[in-house]
């Protein structure tokens, strides 16, 4: 090969006298002797005709060689004939670049194969690249390792730290004995950024206090989404540092979602947008302007009664909610109060219904009153969620 060869003789037959040495010589001029370069295969000869091969290293590549079988015996060594051999040039291995994949802004994934082996063993496979042609493990390297166990062998490295929007080559490289050899020259160009896509849809369930907000992600960019949300203020474009909803950013790609806020003005202008951040970098969509409903009472009527021996009912009726949440609904009654209220009469109440549906007749029975031939003041009221009472006209009837 190379650097070495395996070369052989026989010791034919016996002489005068034993044997005390036989092997090879070589060198690059013909009929070389043992004053140049030997190898021995031993001493005495137990039988003939005896073989043997010996191994010579150190050679030079593509040089021819001539050797000789030799043989001593009482201090005189005789030669066989004449061969020679020629070694051979040093082979690299096989080296070819294939393609690229999972480009994307910031890094992509190289492939190369080393196609067969060489003269030497591989120490280092893998690939390089740049922003030049023909780049070299001089200028940007990721190894994919050392020694192949088979050929042909294909590998991928994953390459980071890339610029967006730029022109990369690349070529597969194999090192063996010092030496390094590349594929042919490739190239791949990184991604732009992709922001996320997202609209702001209009509010519904708009009411004096409340509003159901509402966004649409249509793409999840580049780096994905870490939040989503509504923010919402009385100027245009409001942003996150005035009021937010918000939710994680894990969703699936198209997303509809909403938040009912409240906490909001009657009869107030507000501008609303969807947002999202990705890669800390927040992104909105489009203004919308709503206004939040006229404040207006609940409706609330005081209606008839009726009279036996021992009670008294009373009539009456919630004719709307207004812009309010209603939790209680009754009558207050009184003999020395021409304006019954909570604070100074008597109550009969129960709690309104969650699910309420106007208009509503109601109607309570009175404890046994005491008092005959007396005049009571009685009116209709209703309680808000957040502790306003509401009344409806004073009404009287005799016991």
Known sequence: NVNSARLSGTVLSAGTYPVSGHGIVWGTAANPTIAQNKVSAGGSVAGYPQSYSVDIHGLNKTTTYHFRAFVTSNGVTSYGANQSFTTTDVVQPGI??????????????????????????????????????NPTIAQNKVSAGGSVAGYPQSYSVDIHGLNKTTT??????VTSNGVTSYGANNTFTTQDERPPKLSTEGPDNVSSFSARLRGTVHDGGTHGLSEIGVCWGTA????????????????????????DVSGLQPATAY???????????IYYGGDIAFKT?????????????????ASTTLYGKITGTGSYTLVEHGFVWASNQRIPTLSNAGKLSQTTP???K??????????ALRKTNTVYYYRAFVTTSDGKTFYGATMTFVY
Do not use: C, M, Q
Request: net charge positive.
């Open 236 to 259: 245009p474009n409001p942003t996150t540092g005035n009021n937010k909803a918000s939710k994680g950013g894990g969703v699936s790609i198209p997303h509809n979602y909403s938040f």
């Open 96 to 133: 070819r670049t294939d393609g690229s994949a999972n480009v994307g802004v910031n890094s992509a994934r190289l492939s190369g194969t080393v196609t067969g082996a060489g003269s030497y063993p591989v120490s280092e496979h893998g690939i390089v690249w740049g922003t030049a042609a």
């Open 168 to 173: 990369y080559h690349f070529r597969a490289f």
């Open 293 to 309: 409903h006229v404040l207006s009472d609940p409706g609330v009527e005081t209606g008839r009664y009726s009279s036996t021996a």
């Open 271 to 281: 501008h609303v947008r969807a947002y999202a951040i990705s890669n800390g970098i």
């Open 354 to 356: 969650g699910n309420l």
């Open 358 to 367: 106007v208009p509503l007749d109601y109607s309570l029975g009175t404890p």
